[in-house]
């Protein structure tokens, strides 16, 4: 039985602790949150008792394992922390807000020998698991064009406006869009460049559109959360191959789809059974969540590090993130 102690009750914290109740031999023992509120609805839910703060829940020596769901700038610290106590970690994203702080991270979760997974979640994601399977297989020849894109309303849900505080969440940019880069860095491997473009104000980086370069392809991506509330959210994702067959897929009004040569083809997407929850967030389907946590579960119960994201990889993704804020900010290319 892996025994979890979970910090932070807002819409992740509430996602993963649905997901955790639904997978079998592991038990929610703990939770915390500055709002009271927030720990005694996890814990209704998960059965978990309410600790009064994060360091009680950390040292408490019955917790295997610590799931973080804080603002970023918090990450850094709690990890530490974790590892200091000999847990292992799974930690929202985006890693930190700088590379050097995710190098600090995965330097102390080393040393005390614990293992650290980074919730880097489409490459969990059944559509974006189909996705890669098709282009690895390179049954339609090379990906030639690819295109993602997140974009959705403000996240007004956030605690204390804190997505709304660059200091804090690195904006659109890093909270959003990183889910993206990552995934593109999952199936291509790092660009050779940047250039980006976006819309900066006093609430950071709102939006943002970025080219990265690689050999003989085009490859793009668009994240913002400045849209209107009734936009709600959408992220898309369309591969034009070298026969000229498209896939593509659309949660806002379209399953994942091959467009062939002859005839169209509906891609038949392997998803867990498990039902969607409310959580305050802007996406309610468990499906991608639970497979991140499984895996996690899954790693930990059979004593494994981390293979399929690597606290390496999600530093790498970050890195990138960054150097398109900064080519955003000079308008000009940026190698990498």
Same mark, same amino acid.
């Given at each position: 039985?892996?025994?979890?102690?979970?910090?932070?009750?807002?819409?992740?914290?509430?996602?993963?602790?649905?997901?955790?109740?639904?997978?079998?031999?592991?038990?929610?023992?703990?939770?915390?949150?500055?709002?009271?509120?927030?720990? /005694?609805?996890?814990?209704? =839910?998960?059965?978990?008792? &309410?600790?009064?703060?994060?360091? #009680?829940? !950390?040292?408490? +020596?019955? *917790?295997?394992?610590?799931?973080?769901?804080?603002?970023?700038?918090?990450?850094?610290?709690?990890?530490?922390?974790?590892?200091?106590?000999?847990?292992?970690?799974?930690?929202?994203?985006?890693?930190?807000?700088?590379?050097?702080?995710?190098?600090?991270?995965?330097?102390?979760?080393? /040393?005390?020998?614990?293992? =650290?997974?980074?919730?880097? &979640?489409?490459?969990?994601?059944? #559509?974006? !698991?189909?996705? +890669?399977? *098709?282009?690895?297989?390179?049954?339609?020849?090379?990906?030639?064009?690819?295109?993602?894109?997140?974009?959705?309303?403000?996240?007004?849900?956030?605690?204390?406006?804190?997505?709304?505080?660059?200091?804090?969440?690195?904006?659109?940019?890093?909270?959003?869009?990183?889910?993206?880069?990552?995934?593109?860095?999952? =199936?291509?491997?790092?660009?050779?460049?940047?250039?980006?473009?976006?819309?900066?104000?006093? +609430?950071?980086?709102?939006?943002?559109?970025?080219?990265?370069?690689?050999?003989?392809?085009?490859?793009?991506?668009?994240?913002?959360?400045?849209?209107?509330?009734?936009?709600?959210?959408?992220?898309?994702?369309?591969?034009?191959?070298?026969?000229?067959?498209?896939?593509?897929?659309?949660?806002?009004?379209?399953?994942?789809?091959?467009?062939?040569?002859?005839?169209?083809?509906?891609?038949?997407?392997?998803?867990?059974?498990?039902?969607?929850?409310?959580?305050?967030?802007?996406?309610?389907?468990?499906?991608?969540?639970?497979?991140?946590?499984?895996?996690?579960?899954?790693?930990?119960?059979?004593?494994?590090?981390?293979?399929?994201?690597?606290?390496?990889?999600?530093?790498?993704?970050?890195?990138?993130?960054?150097?398109?804020?900064?080519?955003?900010?000079?308008?000009?290319?940026?190698?990498?």
């Amino acid at each position: 039985m892996i025994k979890i102690g979970i910090i932070g009750g807002g819409s992740m914290g509430k996602m993963h602790a649905n997901c955790y109740r639904t997978l079998q031999n592991v038990k929610v023992i703990g939770v915390s949150d500055i709002r009271q509120d927030k720990a /005694k609805e996890l814990a209704n =839910l998960t059965g978990a008792r &309410v600790f009064s703060n994060a360091d #009680e829940l !950390i040292n408490n +020596k019955e *917790i295997d394992a610590i799931s973080i769901f804080l603002p970023t700038h918090l990450h850094k610290e709690l990890v530490i922390r974790s590892a200091q106590a000999k847990k292992h970690i799974f930690c929202e994203k985006p890693f930190a807000l700088t590379v050097k702080d995710a190098e600090e991270m995965i330097k102390e979760t080393k /040393k005390a020998k614990v293992k =650290l997974m980074i919730g880097m &979640v489409l490459r969990f994601w059944p #559509e974006y !698991i189909e996705f +890669k399977r *098709i282009v690895d297989s390179k049954k339609f020849g090379k990906l030639k064009v690819l295109k993602c894109t997140r974009i959705s309303a403000p996240p007004i849900y956030g605690w204390d406006n804190w997505y709304f505080d660059p200091n804090r969440s690195g904006s659109a940019a890093l909270d959003l869009h990183i889910h993206d880069v990552d995934y593109i860095y999952y =199936l291509l491997g790092k660009p050779k460049s940047v250039y980006s473009l976006g819309k900066n104000d006093k +609430k950071g980086w709102q939006h943002i559109c970025s080219t990265y370069r690689y050999r003989d392809m085009i490859v793009n991506a668009e994240g913002g959360w400045d849209l209107s509330k009734s936009y709600g959210f959408m992220q898309e994702i369309r591969g034009v191959f070298e026969d000229g067959t498209v896939l593509e897929y659309n949660s806002k009004n379209q399953p994942l789809i091959i467009y062939g040569k002859e005839e169209d083809k509906l891609v038949d997407v392997p998803r867990p059974k498990v039902d969607s929850v409310n959580t305050g967030g802007n996406i309610s389907e468990l499906g991608g969540y639970y497979n991140e946590d499984k895996y996690w579960i899954e790693c930990l119960q059979n004593d494994k590090y981390p293979e399929r994201v690597t606290p390496e990889e999600a530093k790498a993704s970050l890195e990138i993130v960054l150097k398109e804020i900064e080519s955003a900010r000079i308008e000009k290319e940026i190698l990498l």
